[in-house]
């Protein structure tokens, strides 16, 4: 390809599909879609993805940046990786799904009140605090997600399915005073806190994000 | 056979009293009879899981199952890493093919590790439990070992999804993986045949966040098993076992049936036709009774 040609091939992209490339985890991929809709098709929650990954991909291409970024679609996805094994052109979808929808939130675009986007950001911070998941209070902050009366509702419901589990000693209530942790959890929240660091210096430097 | 020794990763849930506590504990009774020992891997922390990403972001979640493999090397060196849950599995062996695909990454990685005085190479084998039971034991030596087979018993193998994509066992499809059946039938029990549901998706952490579109897909994979005969679902992942038990009530509150299927791990199977009793297969850690293998177990 002659230089010429090139450039004008550089400056004629599409800038939300080069903002993809630059910040979203494997988004460098989505250039290769080739629109056959087989992930879309194999999705267990496809019925529920207001635009599937296919979509999703094409409206990236034609720059709809607001629709793509405030959409719930990508919240959507249960990591099933059926998408993965089945693209014929080996996008890595379910990863691609997971950093849009972890961009979304960066940016401060993703839907308030998405359940698995307040649901994924309450299982960072439990397992971020001592190193390993503590399940009591994961689920105690997961029912209380939408506030106190919601919670009390929530924890109603979800009653029986508790003590059933703590009835086969797999929910412990103890967890809720101390539970699992790693001896040198301060250790691993200084390896988070500069893994986070070296990755934000490298989407504010990439030149596109707020 | 000589012992076997693995750098063992338990995760989260297989820790004491967590959801699948009763998985570790029929883990420690099948390799208590196979001679296996599972050196766990020192102050080990958590993969993440599915669900993480978007709290953490790349970098921060790779770090995670960095930091682990970088403790395994410092105290198994010479050993394979081992997982039982398939989140950790996935988690930890992602980690280590982006790193060695991507040498900015690989860098940055250590960057962060640096913080704790840790460094990563990743070159040490990720393995889930059972390839190791399949490809270092074969159907054959774990079939020797069968002291009480489950005869007359009627399993449906739920292989679920992050055991078999994006990565699976090797020499099995990702549309149709045939292992689960096969260590069904070398414990001496009836693997459903045609299970359609067995790769399908259980909703995974969305159980907790949407709820009623998972319970909609965990009913179709009960439903199924029913169809086709089966008393009892085997799994060898955490999250399809809790999920597809633990939801049984609400689901036939919703829908109308009567479902009381027992889900348990290729792990309980395998220590009950072991000789082990109840307890030691972990049987006690039933929402719903696996009433067959109890039978079985305390004669």
Redesign the interface.
Known sequence: MSDLNTQMVEQYRNSFLREVEANV?EGDWVKMCMQCGVCSGSC??GP?WEHPPQELFMMIRAGKREEVLTSSSMW?C?????C???CPRELPI?HIM??L??YA??LGMAPKEQ???????????N??KT???N?LKLGIS?YFMNGFSEGVKTSLKMK??GL??M??????P??AVGG?K???AK??Q???????E??EGRIANSGYAK | MAKKQYSFYPGCSSQKAASASNYMVSVDAMCDVLDIELNEIPDWNCCSASIGYAGGGELPRLALSARNMALSEQANPDQDIVATCAACWLATKETQERLHEDGDLMKETNEALAQAGLKVKGDQKIRHMVEVLIEDFGYDELGKHVKRPLEGMKIAGYVGCQTNRPFGIDGESFENPKYLDKLVETMGAEPLDNYEKKVSCCGGALAFSEPEKSQALIKDIIESAYDGGAEMIVTPCPVCQMNVEIYQDQINQKYGTKFKMPVVYYSTLMSVAYGKNGKEAGLDGQVIRAKQLEEVANK
């Open positions: 985890e267990p929650f529920h959507m249960t990591s099933c990786y059926n993965i094994v089945r379910t997971h950093g929808a972890t939130k960066r359940p698995t986007m307040k649901f994924a950001q309450k299982f960072w911070d397992l971020s190193g390993r998941v399940e997961l029986d399915i059933n589990m009835k086969a000693k797999r929910l412990n103890m967890e699992h790693c001896k040198d250790g691993l200084a390896i988070l806190k500069k893994a986070q070296i990755e």
